[in-house]
């Protein structure tokens, strides 16, 4: 199989690329001392990426799946940070309202989510239902034109900051997992409680936050699809979205490969490049091959979902081993900058406290191996 990009998909790259050099490298800084990207998501919709797999009728730039993931790629080499905002927004939000909701709904919420007017959040996680997400306790009770919703969740990328929150919560709890419904709420309904804001080892530029519904009022018209098919629709969701977060994860090890192998040349002991010397000269070439090896498994995940083919094991697979490759390249990476690479003047370092949370959201990386595993014996 030969990994080769249409002319689209290269054009999409290179402005890609440029916008996150010129438009986000600027503010990686700022980013890290904890401001949100408002301004970038907002530059990033002018130019079409809030919404670039979104139907041009719903307002998006309908682009293929592949195009997708190669600016998750790009965004993520320069900061992580957006590269997940981009992705839970995509992947969990607008395609789920895409797939699941009516045409009502579809109206009016996917051309805003596709122009970044809306930000998106995706709220499944809560204190004791994080692997086993079947087993969250959030009610919804009908009442007549409404559902009224108490719980709590945890972990939610872009709370606070959202417009729009995709939430589980159950409408039948002796069914289990068959009993979880899935809703959109807007920013601002009576009960929508936002909490703490997580203080994290990385990712410091997004928001990730506890959420709490206290009699939160939802219309019964923002039910999405029927009730109990909520944690389907999350399940297949996050089997594309999980292609996302290891273009994600690639796009770190991408970057903390290129800064290993300029640092490795530039920089001089015992009279010579310490890139001449195989203690890291065999460290880059084991950097590369796992690199081009997460490569392959990511894009061979995007290339099918592109097709409209089966993918979950294919992005468990590619989550799993780009995500692994990102927090071992990243280590290597600060090991071939020695002190230096420990310092926060140089990214390295930030690179593996981006990457460490790669192998712990949208499913842990013992969670891919089990969607794995049962992909092989059903
Ligand atoms: N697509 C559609 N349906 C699916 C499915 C899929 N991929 N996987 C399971 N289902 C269905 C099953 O067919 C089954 O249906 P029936 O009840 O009709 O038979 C039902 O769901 C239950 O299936 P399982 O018994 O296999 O489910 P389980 O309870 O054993 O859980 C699991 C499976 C894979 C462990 C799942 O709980 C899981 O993925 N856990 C990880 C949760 C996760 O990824 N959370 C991410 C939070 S979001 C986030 O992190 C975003 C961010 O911030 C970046």
Same mark, same amino acid.
């Given at each position: 199989?030969?990994?080769?990009?249409?002319?689209?998909?290269?054009?999409?790259?290179?402005?890609?690329?440029?916008?996150?050099?010129?438009?986000?490298?600027?503010?990686?800084?700022?980013?890290?001392?904890?401001?949100?990207?408002?301004?970038?998501?907002?530059?990033?919709?002018?130019?079409?990426?809030?919404?670039?797999?979104?139907?041009?009728?719903?307002?998006?730039?309908?682009?293929?799946?592949?195009?997708?993931?190669?600016? !998750?790629?790009?965004?993520?080499?320069?900061?992580?940070?957006?590269?997940?905002?981009?992705?839970?927004?995509?992947?969990?939000?607008?395609?789920?309202?895409?797939?699941?909701?009516?045409?009502?709904?579809?109206?009016?919420?996917?051309?805003?989510?596709?122009?970044?007017?809306?930000?998106?959040?995706?709220?499944?996680?809560?204190?004791?239902?994080?692997?086993?997400?079947?087993?969250?306790?959030?009610?919804?009770?009908?009442?007549?034109?409404?559902? !009224?919703?108490?719980?709590?969740?945890?972990?939610?990328?872009?709370?606070?900051?959202? *417009?729009?929150?995709?939430?589980?919560?159950?409408?039948?709890?002796?069914?289990?997992?068959?009993?979880?419904?899935?809703?959109?709420?807007?920013?601002?309904?009576?009960?929508?409680?936002?909490?703490?804001?997580?203080?994290?080892?990385?990712?410091?530029?997004?928001?990730?936050?506890?959420?709490?519904?206290?009699?939160?009022?939802?219309?019964?018209?923002?039910?999405?699809?029927?009730?109990? *098919?909520?944690?389907?629709?999350?399940?297949?969701?996050?089997?594309?979205?999980?292609?996302?977060?290891?273009?994600?994860?690639?796009?770190?090890?991408?970057?903390?490969?290129?800064?290993?192998?300029?640092?490795?040349?530039?920089?001089?002991?015992?009279?010579?490049?310490?890139?001449?010397?195989?203690?890291?000269?065999?460290?880059?070439?084991?950097?590369?091959?796992?690199?081009?090896?997460?490569?392959?498994?990511?894009?061979?995940?995007?290339?099918?979902?592109?097709?409209?083919?089966?993918?979950?094991?294919?992005?468990?697979?590619?989550?799993?081993?780009?995500?692994?490759?990102?927090?071992?390249?990243?280590?290597?990476? !600060?090991?071939?900058?020695?002190?230096?690479?420990?310092?926060?003047?140089?990214?390295?370092?930030?690179?593996?406290?981006?990457?460490?949370?790669? *192998?712990?959201?949208?499913?842990?990386?013992?969670?891919?191996?089990?969607?794995?595993?049962?992909?092989?014996?059903?």
């Amino acid at each position: 199989m030969e990994l080769k990009f249409t002319e689209e998909q290269l054009m999409t790259r290179n402005m890609v690329r440029e916008f996150a050099q010129t438009e986000i490298a600027p503010k990686v800084e700022s980013m890290e001392n904890g401001d949100f990207p408002r301004d970038i998501l907002a530059k990033m919709g002018e130019l079409g990426l809030m919404g670039i797999t979104t139907p041009e009728q719903y307002g998006g730039a309908n682009m293929d799946f592949t195009s997708y993931i190669i600016a !998750i790629n790009e965004l993520s080499k320069v900061s992580a940070t957006i590269g997940v905002i981009l992705s839970v927004h995509t992947s969990v939000v607008t395609n789920l309202i895409l797939y699941y909701g009516n045409e009502e709904q579809k109206q009016k919420y996917v051309p805003k989510l596709a122009t970044g007017e809306y930000l998106g959040a995706f709220c499944l996680t809560e204190p004791s239902a994080g692997s086993d997400a079947g087993s969250l306790k959030s009610k919804a009770v009908k009442d007549g034109d409404n559902y !009224i919703i108490n719980g709590s969740k945890v972990f939610i990328t872009n709370g606070g900051e959202a *417009e729009v929150y995709i939430v589980f919560a159950s409408t039948d709890l002796t069914q289990g997992s068959r009993g979880i419904s899935a809703f959109i709420v807007e920013k601002g309904t009576e009960g929508l409680i936002i909490g703490k804001d997580e203080q994290k080892m990385g990712l410091h530029g997004s928001r990730t936050v506890q959420l709490t519904f206290d009699n939160l009022i939802v219309p019964a018209e923002n039910l999405l699809d029927q009730e109990g *098919e909520g944690f389907k629709i999350a399940m297949a969701n996050l089997d594309v979205g999980r292609i996302g977060i290891a273009a994600q994860a690639l796009g770190i090890a991408e970057a903390a490969l290129e800064e290993s192998i300029a640092y490795a040349q530039q920089r001089t002991q015992f009279g010579k490049p310490i890139a001449a010397n195989q203690g890291v000269g065999f460290k880059l070439a084991d950097m590369t091959t796992a690199v081009e090896a997460a490569k392959l498994l990511v894009y061979r995940a995007a290339d099918l979902r592109a097709k409209g083919l089966t993918c979950g094991k294919e992005a468990s697979m590619a989550k799993l081993f780009a995500t692994k490759t990102a927090v071992e390249v990243s280590i290597e990476a !600060i090991q071939v900058f020695g002190g230096y690479g420990y310092t926060m003047d140089y990214p390295v370092e930030r690179f593996f406290r981006d990457a460490k949370v790669t *192998e712990i959201y949208e499913g842990t990386s013992e969670i891919q191996r089990l969607v794995i595993s049962k992909h092989l014996i059903k």
